[in-house]
């Protein structure tokens, strides 16, 4: 079945750039049913969507995130990425990707999530 | 952005018992486009409830959503041990939001 994987630093500084990438197994990135998204959760806190992306690179983002998020993806190795510039400790979270099913918006299934901390 | 307001912030119940959970937007939204998760401690949300009323694939019928316009409901027929968890209600407009959560703790 289809699985899906974050992986990258667990811990990055202040004002730098998070940097993660989700890689997809049992499934094609390519498919026209879906979207990929990432969605996070700080400690002890609820969801928040960050941003989606289609195979062909079509975006679109969270609006209080926007100005800071890049995601990007890459159909031949079944992957897509997420950067976050200029990071604040209200940055750390668990960090989840997901595939959307496009006419439904829906999010399933999730990756492990992978817990990313902004400090010094 | 709308906003999901979900209700109560924790119901205390014990196994066996009918859970009612709401989750109220701050405009309308398409029953198409709302959906149900729930989330275990240390592990990643999983679909329940999509199109409002839909279940997902695998989710046991004693879970069930109904609701349409600015007000959505999840009931869970009778408790099972497994079923204590948190659950979010996301909606998708021009943008995607979630509620912040109702946990259901045994009692």
């Known amino acids: 079945q289809l699985q899906l994987q974050e992986s990258g630093p667990g811990l990055v500084k202040p004002s730098e750039t998070l940097s993660l990438t989700c890689t997809v197994s049992g499934g094609s990135i390519s498919s026209s049913s879906y979207h990929w998204g990432w969605i996070r959760q700080p400690p002890g806190k609820g969801l928040e969507w960050i941003g989606s992306i289609y195979y062909s690179g079509s975006t ?6 926007k100005s800071r998020v890049t995601i990007s993806v890459d159909t031949s190795k079944n992957k897509f990425s997420l950067k976050l510039s200029s990071v604040t400790a209200a940055d750390t979270a668990v ?23 902004v400090s010094s | 952005e709308i906003v999901l307001t979900q209700s109560p912030g924790t119901l205390s119940l014990s196994p066996g018992e009918r859970a009612t959970l709401s989750c109220r937007a701050s405009q309308s939204v398409s029953s198409s486009y709302l959906a149900w998760y729930q989330q275990k401690p240390g592990q990643a949300p999983r679909l329940l409830i999509y199109g409002a009323s839909s279940r997902a694939t695998g989710i046991p019928d004693r879970f069930s959503g109904s609701g349409s316009g600015t007000d959505f409901t999840l009931t869970i027929s009778r408790l099972e041990p497994e079923d204590f968890a948190v659950y979010y209600c996301q909606q998708y407009g021009s943008s995607h939001t979630f509620g912040q959560g109702t946990k259901l703790e045994i009692k």
């Open chain 1, 60 to 65: 679109y983002y969270n609006p209080s995130l």
């Open chain 1, 95 to 117: 960090y989840y990707c997901a595939r959307q099913v496009s006419g439904l918006h829906t999010f399933d299934p999730w990756g492990q999530g992978t817990l990313v901390t």
